[in-house]
């Protein structure tokens, strides 16, 4: 039987397509349901029908993508929505005890600090909790059983980039009032550098995930509505 014209692959593929979420997850999704689709084929080929046949009464007997979809859809976006949160309750406490290890070994600056950066700095401690501690609402939220409401994997999401956007700028912020000062620290001190490049690669990931679940939620609410999303 042709792979072109097999109703199984391209029931598969018309899922793989609609569904968005973690790549591992889908994967294993798309995986089981292969399985199932070729038990169910060898069945009805042993019960006399041509293979061709057989793959499309398994594939209706199953049933249409667009009815199963959205019930794969809610596990993905739940699981979608558990990654970022867990990622936000490591990445940010993380983020304040980097710093704060520069400037217990001394790396930090070594003049005074102006009033304005204490106080920006003092913003930057305070929002990074407050996100950690968002998240670790939401993550729990995430256990607590199916269905999940969408809008929990999407708030995710912009707990996560606007704790990027808020901690970044008032850190840019920060670092611009005193520029020869900063300059001074990543020169003299390694250690400061390479918390500047953590910070930095984190703050990148941190960023992918939350667009992600943002994606997620967008596609779950197309789902819902019997749309087709065309979201990448």
């Known amino acids: 039987m042709s792979t072109a014209l097999d109703p199984v692959q391209a ?44 793959a499309a009464v398994a594939v209706q ?3 249409e993508v667009r009815e199963i979809a959205p019930l794969l859809q809610e596990e993905l976006t739940a699981r979608q929505g558990r990654r970022t ?6 990445a940010f406490p993380a983020l304040l005890l980097a710093w704060d ?3 217990k070994a001394g790396s930090g600056w070594t003049g005074p600090v102006l009033p304005v950066v ?27 059983g199916r269905p999940l409401p969408r809008w929990v994997t999407g708030l995710t999401g912009v707990v996560g980039a606007l704790g990027v956007a808020g901690c970044g700028g008032l850190s840019v912020t920060m670092n611009l009032v005193d520029a020869p000062q900063s300059g001074e620290m990543l020169s003299r001190h390694p250690l400061a550098a390479a918390v500047v ?7 990148g990931v941190v960023t ?7 994606r997620v939620a967008w596609t779950a609410r197309h789902s819902d509505q019997g749309a087709d999303p065309q979201v990448g």
């Not at 949160?85 to 490591?90: E, F, I, Q, R, S």
């Not at 992918?208 to 943002?214: D, F, H, N, P």
Request: cysteine-free; aromatic content about 6%; glycine content about 6%.
């Open 118 to 144: 204490s106080a920006l700095a003092r913003t930057v401690d305070v929002l990074t909790v407050l996100v950690a501690a968002a998240a670790v609402v939401l993550l729990l939220v995430t256990f607590r």
């Open 208 to 214: 992918w995930s939350a667009v992600r679940s943002l």
């Open 85 to 90: 949160a867990l990622l936000l309750v490591v």
């Open 11 to 54: 029931h598969l593929a018309e899922l793989d397509r609609m569904l968005r979420g973690p790549g591992s997850v889908k994967r294993s999704m798309i995986a089981e349901i292969r399985d199932g689709l070729h038990d169910a084929t060898a069945a009805h080929r042993e019960n006399g029908l041509d293979p061709q046949r057989a």
């Open 197 to 203: 490049v953590f910070t930095v690669v984190t703050a």
């Open 61 to 63: 007997d199953f049933g």
């Open 101 to 103: 290890g520069v400037w």
